[in-house]
């Protein structure tokens, strides 16, 4: 695991794991890693990456935002 400034970002070779409790703290991370990404000219692959949500209940739409690349879950 390693933090970049508030992201906890967990990494295995080249695969990484953002955890969040909300949405909105998500969106929040993965702006965070946007920036960094950007800092340092790394690219994250977005049609190969994957958000999951685990939540009680209903199943609720979500917005997340990556690189203008919109995922809608």
Given at each position: ?73
């Amino acid at each position: 695991m390693c933090t970049i400034d508030a992201i906890k970002l967990y990494m295995l070779a080249d695969n990484a794991s953002i955890f969040a409790y909300t949405p909105q703290a998500l969106q929040s991370k993965l702006n965070d890693l946007e920036v960094y990404c950007q800092i340092w000219e790394l690219k994250v692959n977005v049609k190969k990456s994957k958000i999951m949500v685990f939540k009680k209940g209903r199943h609720t739409k979500y917005d997340f935002t990556f690189s203008n690349s919109t995922s809608m879950l």
